[in-house]
Protein backbone atom coordinates (compact mmCIF):
# COMPACT_ATOMS: atom_id res chain seq x y z
CA UNK A 1 0.00 0.00 0.00
CA UNK A 2 2.74 2.24 0.99
CA UNK A 3 4.44 1.47 -2.80
CA UNK A 4 0.72 2.85 -4.28
CA UNK A 5 0.66 5.94 -2.22
CA UNK A 6 4.56 6.93 -2.83
CA UNK A 7 3.67 6.75 -6.65
CA UNK A 8 0.43 8.68 -6.54
CA UNK A 9 2.16 11.45 -4.76
CA UNK A 10 5.41 11.65 -7.44
CA UNK A 11 2.71 12.02 -9.87
CA UNK A 12 1.75 14.48 -8.42
CA UNK A 13 4.92 16.22 -7.21
CA UNK A 14 5.94 16.25 -11.29
CA UNK A 15 2.60 18.03 -11.88
CA UNK A 16 3.51 20.60 -9.42
CA UNK A 17 7.49 20.62 -9.81
CA UNK A 18 7.02 23.72 -12.92
CA UNK A 19 5.11 25.78 -10.24
CA UNK A 20 6.91 29.07 -8.47
CA UNK A 21 8.28 28.64 -5.51
CA UNK A 22 8.13 31.50 -3.53
CA UNK A 23 9.84 31.97 -0.35
CA UNK A 24 7.89 29.97 2.82
CA UNK A 25 5.52 32.01 4.62
CA UNK A 26 5.45 32.10 8.40
CA UNK A 27 3.03 29.40 8.98
CA UNK A 28 4.60 27.28 6.69
CA UNK A 29 8.03 27.74 8.16
CA UNK A 30 6.51 27.30 11.83
CA UNK A 31 4.57 24.23 10.66
CA UNK A 32 8.16 22.60 9.41
CA UNK A 33 10.31 24.28 12.80
CA UNK A 34 7.37 22.65 15.08
CA UNK A 35 7.26 18.82 13.39
CA UNK A 36 10.80 19.01 13.15
CA UNK A 37 11.29 19.49 16.84
CA UNK A 38 8.54 16.96 17.33
CA UNK A 39 10.33 14.59 15.55
CA UNK A 40 13.92 15.06 16.91
CA UNK A 41 12.01 14.98 20.45
CA UNK A 42 10.40 11.66 19.57
CA UNK A 43 13.25 9.55 18.33
CA UNK A 44 15.13 9.87 22.05
CA UNK A 45 11.34 9.14 23.35
CA UNK A 46 11.17 5.91 21.06
CA UNK A 47 14.55 4.74 21.82
CA UNK A 48 13.83 4.92 25.66
CA UNK A 49 11.00 2.82 25.13
CA UNK A 50 12.85 0.16 22.96
CA UNK A 51 15.55 0.30 26.21
CA UNK A 52 12.19 -0.43 27.96
CA UNK A 53 10.06 -3.59 26.63
CA UNK A 54 11.07 -7.16 25.87
CA UNK A 55 7.49 -7.65 23.89
CA UNK A 56 8.61 -8.68 19.93
CA UNK A 57 5.86 -7.42 18.75
CA UNK A 58 6.06 -3.78 20.62
CA UNK A 59 9.95 -3.70 20.06
CA UNK A 60 8.96 -3.80 16.06
CA UNK A 61 6.37 -1.33 15.96
CA UNK A 62 8.99 0.85 18.41
CA UNK A 63 11.27 0.00 15.21
CA UNK A 64 8.89 1.06 12.70
CA UNK A 65 7.93 4.68 14.45
CA UNK A 66 11.54 4.89 14.98
CA UNK A 67 12.49 4.38 11.56
CA UNK A 68 9.64 6.78 9.76
CA UNK A 69 10.53 9.41 12.56
CA UNK A 70 14.34 9.64 11.28
CA UNK A 71 13.67 9.34 7.39
CA UNK A 72 10.98 12.27 7.85
CA UNK A 73 13.44 14.10 10.13
CA UNK A 74 15.86 13.94 7.69
CA UNK A 75 13.48 14.86 4.31
CA UNK A 76 12.65 18.28 6.50
CA UNK A 77 15.97 18.66 7.52
CA UNK A 78 17.29 18.89 4.21
CA UNK A 79 13.93 21.53 2.98
CA UNK A 80 14.66 23.14 5.92
CA UNK A 81 18.03 23.76 5.39
CA UNK A 82 17.28 24.25 2.08
CA UNK A 83 14.66 27.22 2.56
CA UNK A 84 17.31 28.52 5.05
CA UNK A 85 14.33 27.77 8.41
CA UNK A 86 16.69 27.48 11.37
CA UNK A 87 16.61 23.62 13.38
CA UNK A 88 15.64 23.03 16.75
CA UNK A 89 18.32 22.02 19.44
CA UNK A 90 17.29 18.25 19.73
CA UNK A 91 18.10 15.83 22.35
CA UNK A 92 21.12 13.00 22.24
CA UNK A 93 20.22 9.42 21.26
CA UNK A 94 19.80 6.85 24.17
CA UNK A 95 22.55 4.36 24.12
CA UNK A 96 20.94 0.69 23.85
CA UNK A 97 20.46 -0.84 27.47
CA UNK A 98 19.40 -3.71 29.06
CA UNK A 99 15.44 -4.06 29.85
CA UNK A 100 16.12 -6.22 32.61
CA UNK A 101 18.34 -3.76 34.96
CA UNK A 102 15.29 -1.35 35.01
CA UNK A 103 13.71 -1.03 38.40
CA UNK A 104 10.24 -2.01 38.27
CA UNK A 105 9.23 1.66 39.83
CA UNK A 106 11.46 3.14 36.94
CA UNK A 107 10.39 0.84 34.02
CA UNK A 108 6.85 1.63 31.70
CA UNK A 109 4.77 -1.28 31.21
CA UNK A 110 4.18 -2.42 27.39
CA UNK A 111 0.19 -0.92 27.98
CA UNK A 112 1.85 2.51 28.76
CA UNK A 113 4.50 2.27 25.72
CA UNK A 114 2.11 1.09 23.41
CA UNK A 115 -0.37 4.66 24.48
CA UNK A 116 2.29 6.45 24.56
CA UNK A 117 3.25 5.64 20.90
CA UNK A 118 -0.27 6.39 19.89
CA UNK A 119 0.12 9.96 21.57
CA UNK A 120 2.90 10.85 19.20
CA UNK A 121 1.45 9.05 16.05
CA UNK A 122 -1.83 10.84 16.89
CA UNK A 123 -0.42 14.14 17.56
CA UNK A 124 2.26 13.69 14.48
CA UNK A 125 -1.12 13.25 12.33
CA UNK A 126 -2.66 16.17 13.15
CA UNK A 127 0.44 18.46 12.77
CA UNK A 128 0.47 17.10 9.40
CA UNK A 129 -3.10 17.93 8.92
CA UNK A 130 -2.57 21.61 10.40
CA UNK A 131 0.74 21.87 7.86
CA UNK A 132 -1.21 20.65 4.82
CA UNK A 133 -4.09 23.72 4.99
CA UNK A 134 -1.70 26.04 5.68
CA UNK A 135 0.51 25.18 3.06
CA UNK A 136 0.53 27.36 -0.05
CA UNK A 137 3.44 25.85 -2.12
CA UNK A 138 2.51 22.82 -3.57
CA UNK A 139 6.01 21.02 -3.06
CA UNK A 140 5.02 21.62 0.49
CA UNK A 141 1.30 20.27 1.10
CA UNK A 142 2.56 17.71 -1.04
CA UNK A 143 5.67 16.64 1.44
CA UNK A 144 2.86 17.36 4.18
CA UNK A 145 0.25 14.94 3.02
CA UNK A 146 3.56 12.32 2.15
CA UNK A 147 4.12 12.66 5.85
CA UNK A 148 0.47 11.90 6.62
CA UNK A 149 -0.13 9.16 5.12
CA UNK A 150 2.89 7.20 5.97
CA UNK A 151 1.96 8.30 9.99
CA UNK A 152 -1.53 7.17 9.25
CA UNK A 153 -0.99 3.72 7.09
CA UNK A 154 1.92 3.23 10.37
CA UNK A 155 -1.23 4.01 12.92
CA UNK A 156 -3.54 1.55 11.24
CA UNK A 157 -1.65 -1.14 12.18
CA UNK A 158 -0.86 0.37 15.38
CA UNK A 159 -4.39 0.06 15.88
CA UNK A 160 -4.52 -3.22 14.89
CA UNK A 161 -1.71 -4.70 16.74
CA UNK A 162 -2.79 -2.75 19.47
CA UNK A 163 -6.22 -4.81 19.81
CA UNK A 164 -4.93 -7.83 19.43
CA UNK A 165 -2.58 -7.31 22.31
CA UNK A 166 -4.72 -5.29 24.66
CA UNK A 167 -3.26 -2.16 24.85
CA UNK A 168 -5.87 -0.16 23.66
CA UNK A 169 -7.76 1.85 25.74
CA UNK A 170 -11.36 2.03 24.85
CA UNK A 171 -13.77 4.76 25.98
CA UNK A 172 -17.05 3.63 27.18
CA UNK A 173 -19.85 2.91 24.92
CA UNK A 174 -22.23 5.58 24.11
CA UNK A 175 -25.83 4.65 24.92
CA UNK A 176 -27.96 7.20 23.44
CA UNK A 177 -31.44 8.38 25.79
CA UNK A 178 -33.93 6.09 24.99
CA UNK A 179 -31.74 3.54 22.55
CA UNK A 180 -32.05 -0.10 24.29
CA UNK A 181 -28.99 -1.34 26.43
CA UNK A 182 -26.96 -4.74 24.80
Known sequence: MAHKVEAFLDYFKTRFDSEPKPRLHIGEAMGCWTYYTALAEEIPVLEMALNTTTDNVLIELLREAKEIAKEQRITLEKFMLNEGV???????????SDPSAIPLGAK?????????LVAK?????????????????????LMWVRFHT?????GMDLKTKMRKHGWIKMPPYYYPPGAPHE
Open 150 to 154: EKCIY
Open 86 to 96: PLSISSESKPK
Open 108 to 116: STDLEIANL
Open 121 to 141: VTSNIVLCSTNITQSVRSDVG
